[in-house]
């Protein structure tokens, strides 16, 4: 099983849509956690930490819930240019390296 | 551009030959990092380094696979004898930690690798 399990869709979905992304994680020892976006060929950006109490950064919205193991992320009135693949990353506490989902692929049509 | 950069951004070589990859990172990061990632995966991590030291190494990283950063600044990866389950992207980051210790690490454009 991965450390860091995501939905790898796509998801499909009208121009004005909301759509979630679920992400899981297995080790309770994560610390830190992040969405990053990721465009075909391109590299990771990080899009977002996650706090604890949660988090919104304009149309995205991240949610933490440490008993469950689950993160998820939010985004409202989608845009074509949201289309991307969106990872879940976590951080384990006493070391630095990010563990990655496989991804989670948007397709944002008109 | 003052974000992490790679050098080259596109590397093709035989099965056997020696390569050497570049990172330079944000100046004023003192973490760098380097994954790999291959088609429908995730990054998955390599190794990294604070300042000149380096801290953590993966088991993927194989004896043939060697990093240094010797000032504490750029960094290169070298991959001994290159075989063809090598091909893949590799992405370097790098990071500064911050309040409350939170690890945001940042990508260069990677440094695509194709081992014929």
């Known amino acids: 099983r991965k450390e860091v399990e995501q939905d790898p869709g796509p998801f499909n979905v009208p121009e004005g849509a909301t759509v979630a992304f679920n992400c899981t994680y297995s080790?309770?020892?994560?610390?830190?956690f992040f969405w990053y976006r990721q465009d075909c060929r391109k590299e990771p950006k990080l899009l977002m930490s996650?706090?604890?109490s949660g988090n919104e950064d304009g149309r995205f919205t991240a949610q933490l819930n440490r008993a469950s193991q689950y993160i998820s992320l939010l985004i409202r009135d989608s845009k074509l240019s949201d289309s991307a693949t969106y990872l879940c990353?976590?951080?384990?506490?006493?070391?630095?390296?990010?563990?990655f989902g496989t991804g989670t692929r948007l397709q944002v049509f008109p | 551009d003052t974000g992490v950069s790679q050098d080259p951004r596109h590397k093709i070589t035989k099965r056997g030959q020696n390569v050497t990859f570049r990172c330079d990172p944000i100046?004023?990061?003192?973490?760098l990092y380097w994954y790999r990632q291959t088609l429908g995966q995730g990054p998955e991590f390599l190794t990294y380094?604070?300042?000149?030291?380096?801290?953590?190494k993966s088991r993927l990283l194989s004896d043939r696979f060697s990093a240094e950063r010797p000032k504490g600044s750029f960094s290169t990866l070298e991959i001994q004898r290159t075989e063809q389950g090598d091909s893949a992207m590799y992405l370097c980051?790098?990071?500064?930690?911050?309040?409350?210790?939170?690890?945001?690490?940042?990508f260069g454009p990677g440094t695509r690798l194709t081992v014929l």
């Open positions: 980051a790098s990071s500064f930690e911050g309040l409350a210790g939170i690890n945001e690490q940042f």
């Open positions: 080790n309770s020892a994560s610390q830190s």
């Open positions: 996650v706090y604890s």
């Open positions: 990353v976590v951080n384990r506490h006493n070391t630095d390296k990010l563990i």
């Open positions: 100046s004023e990061h003192n973490r």
């Open positions: 380094f604070q300042n000149e030291a380096q801290l953590e």
